[in-house]
């Protein structure tokens, strides 16, 4: 349709383009010139574009964060939510792509579901359970709470990847002597691999940027990045240069992984939505 | 199936076909069985508890009360106020999305460079951890020396405690914010549905001498409509138990006005500890959220036979 398109209407509308991405970029990039701001210079009225940029925020963080520890956290729970996620849902997707029997779509549509459910009524009676059983501030709480989640997202999501994969070629295989497990590791999942990597990216990204669940379910020593991020703001000697520093480090990473991802994130977000 | 694939195995006298369904089986079962334990069962639980008067600062009075927490959603009036919070917040949050997501996914509906490059970076927003987002519009904000707040002012929006101070514009401006994050969905979405039309009948359509207006009204749109509603269900669920945001920017003021239900929950529950309460007003965002799933399965399935039988 965009044939007999003018180049007037061309202009207007990338110049339209251009107008909301500096509406939807211009404040993360005030987030992070922050950072390299002096003190004075954020409080400069109006706001100078031009200044000296510093890098006692950063200096500011690391006397205040312990940041590899943070960091540390949040990997770990991010990491160990996707990998749990992936080992259950991946193998649960592809066997309700493969059954025959008809209730197994009630199976998938169940999952579907359960990542409808408002996390909070999940959290409270969860975290009441592991106050009991010992788990409260450990990673072990976060991860198992956030793979419920995520396992969810994952056998749709795969489910749907594994459904559109021709039976034949496993058939085959079968019938040439292919044990069933090797018809799945070997021939099925390497032709999903773009699902397995947007799987992959969805499942560290929900974690990583999860606040409330391990808000509630982690400790000083175990909290992540995210957390530490709010608990930093109205602390004495925090300033907003320091969370903007503070920022980099809980935000740039994932944004990074998603560019560089981009193909395999906007397959998710389309595919995996519903 | 033949003889060779069977040969050595111990379950060699089961036929194939029954193999086949066990080894599906033993793939399947620990994902739903986690998620029964995980998942399902603390879910029973809050159901549970929501029909006790259950405090765990005085937990030996905890006793049966029936539905009193529910009714409570209604005759509470904080919880009342919070209902209709949550109500407006969504209504308003998700129509805007709406409507500049569907204004991005038109401009976007072109296959150049110049768009896909626009498509990754207008995305970069979904990606931004919530509580961040909520901090930089904070700071953006802030009446004595935010970049936004300061223009305002200049322009004679003096709002002696910012945007998000005030409780008239508190609520206005947390759906501001969210529809910052996450309109950049939508418009993807729609985007996706956009792409998936015929062609040939807007072409035909323009050659028949439709206006631009006219095709999107009577041509696009009726044909985008499944992209519109998975778009809007799947954003009214979100909008609807929005927490992270709220809780960086307000923290549920001022005077309550962006006391949205999610927040009141976690509050009551792990703040107050008043168990009981908070589940009730857990389970009764289950139920609202469950129509729309029930609405979205709905729409799955129906794209899913169209897809089936094309």
Redesign the interface.
């Known amino acids: 349709?965009?044939r007999?398109v003018s180049t007037q209407a061309l202009i207007a509308?990338?110049a339209?383009?251009v107008f909301?991405?500096i509406?939807?970029?211009a404040?993360?990039l005030?987030?992070i010139t922050?950072a390299y701001k002096a003190k004075r210079d954020?409080?400069t009225?109006?706001?100078e574009l031009l200044f000296t940029p510093t890098l006692s925020n950063f200096s500011d963080v690391f006397k205040f964060f312990d940041i590899p520890e943070l960091i540390g956290s949040s990997l770990i729970i991010s990491l160990g939510s996707a990998a749990l996620s992936l080992l259950?849902?991946v193998?649960?997707a592809?066997?309700?792509a493969?059954?025959k029997?008809r209730w197994?779509v009630g199976?998938a549509?169940?999952?579907?579901?359960?990542r409808?459910?408002?996390?909070?009524?999940?959290?409270?009676?969860?975290?009441?359970?592991m106050r009991s059983l010992g788990l409260l501030g450990t990673w072990w709480a976060v991860i198992?709470?956030n793979?419920?989640?995520s396992?969810?997202f994952v056998?749709w999501m795969m489910y749907s990847y594994f459904r559109s994969l021709p039976r034949e070629v496993e058939e085959a295989a079968?019938?040439d002597?292919c044990s069933?497990?090797g018809a799945?590791w070997r021939i099925a999942l390497p032709l999903v691999r773009p699902g397995i990597i947007a799987c992959t990216l969805f499942c560290i990204?929900f974690a990583?940027?999860d606040?409330?669940i391990p808000a509630?379910l982690t400790r000083t020593e175990t909290r992540p990045i995210?957390v530490a991020?709010?608990s930093a703001?109205g602390m004495l000697d925090i300033t907003?240069g320091t969370?903007g520093a503070l920022?980099h480090f809980?935000?740039i990473p994932?944004?990074l992984?998603?560019?560089l991802l981009?193909r395999y994130?906007?397959q998710g977000?389309?595919r995996g939505?519903? | 199936m033949s003889s060779s694939l069977t040969a050595d195995d111990a379950r060699a006298r089961l036929p194939f076909h029954q193999r086949r369904r066990l080894f599906l089986f033993l793939l399947g079962a620990p994902a739903v069985v986690y998620v029964l334990i995980v998942a399902v069962w603390p879910l029973a639980q809050g159901i549970y508890d929501s029909f006790f008067d259950y405090s765990l600062l005085h937990p030996a009075n905890r006793h049966f009360v029936g539905f009193d927490n529910y009714t409570a959603l209604w005759t509470d009036d904080g919880a009342r106020r919070s209902v209709i919070v949550t109500i407006i917040f969504t209504i308003a949050a998700v129509g805007l999305e709406f409507l500049l997501g569907l204004g991005l996914a038109l401009l976007l509906w072109r296959d150049g460079r110049f768009e896909r490059v626009c498509l990754a970076l207008l995305l970069i927003p979904v990606t931004v951890t919530p509580v961040a987002v909520g901090l930089i519009f904070r700071a953006l904000l802030a009446p004595e020396f935010g970049i936004v707040g300061y223009y305002a002012a200049d322009l004679g929006l003096s709002i002696p405690r910012g945007f998000l101070g005030d409780p008239h514009t508190a609520l206005a401006t947390v759906v501001l914010i969210d529809a910052w994050e996450w309109t950049p969905l939508v418009a993807l979405i729609l985007l996706a549905g956009l792409k998936a039309l015929p062609t040939d009948v807007i072409e035909a359509a323009e050659a028949d001498g439709a206006t631009a207006w006219q095709r999107l009204r009577i041509i696009i749109f009726p044909m985008l409509l499944p992209a519109v509603f998975l778009a809007l269900i799947l954003r009214t669920m979100d909008a609807f138990r929005v927490f992270d945001i709220v809780f960086a920017t307000t923290g549920g003021g001022p005077a309550d006005a962006t006391n949205v239900l999610m927040f009141y929950a976690v509050k009551q529950g792990l703040q107050f500890f008043n168990v009981g309460f908070a589940s009730a007003i857990a389970n009764s965002m289950v139920l609202v959220i469950a129509v729309f799933a029930v609405a979205l399965i709905f729409l799955v399935r129906r794209a899913d036979r169209r897809a089936n039988e094309t």
């Open positions: 349709m965009s007999r509308r990338r339209t383009l909301a991405l509406i939807f970029l404040p993360i005030w987030l922050i954020i409080f009225m109006p706001p259950i849902g193998p649960c592809y066997a309700l493969r059954s029997a197994t199976v549509y169940f999952f579907l579901a359960v409808t459910v408002p996390q909070v009524a999940t959290l409270i009676p969860f975290y009441l359970m198992m709470l793979a419920t989640l396992a969810a056998v079968l019938t002597g069933q497990f799945f990204m990583w940027n606040y409330l509630f995210s991020l709010l703001f907003w969370l920022a809980s935000t994932v944004v992984l998603a560019l981009n994130f906007v977000l389309t939505v519903h």
